[in-house]
């Protein structure tokens, strides 16, 4: 499957953003997704993941409480919804998937086999 990740911008601190994956190629629905990051000089880190059928979401507590992470089957596209963003969430945000386990949700990189191309968020103070 071929991912495509849209939204980014730069946003104040505070402010929100809304990110979209849309995947083709591929049987959408079979797939379970996850969100990444990587700031500059660091390495790249989990963000949120979600199963196949959007039962079953996961965060990092970097996020937890403020990221929103869903899926439209119908559409073939994958969500993070980012609100009170604060500076550290600064980064280029990518979209993987997988297709093994897809009822279950993974946090570790290497369980994705499919990645976008990243969308810049850059949040000011």
């Known amino acids: 499957v071929q991912l495509q990740a849209s939204g980014g911008g730069l946003v104040q601190a505070g402010g929100s953003l809304r990110l979209s994956c849309a995947a083709s190629g591929g049987t959408f629905s079979n797939y379970a997704l996850g969100w990444f990051r990587q700031a500059p000089g660091k390495d790249r880190e989990f963000v949120g993941a979600?199963?196949?059928?959007?039962?079953?979401?996961y965060y990092a507590e970097s996020v937890k409480g403020r990221f929103t992470i869903s899926r439209d089957n119908a559409k073939n596209t994958v969500y993070l919804q980012m609100n009170s963003l604060k500076p550290e969430d600064t980064a280029v945000y990518y979209c993987?998937?997988?297709?093994?386990?897809?009822?279950?949700?993974?946090?570790?990189?290497?369980?994705?086999?499919?990645w976008g191309q990243g969308t810049l968020v850059t949040v000011s103070s």
């Open positions: 979600i199963n196949r059928s959007g039962g079953s979401t």
């Open positions: 993987a998937a997988r297709n093994r386990d897809t009822w279950l949700v993974r946090s570790d990189s290497q369980a994705y086999n499919s």
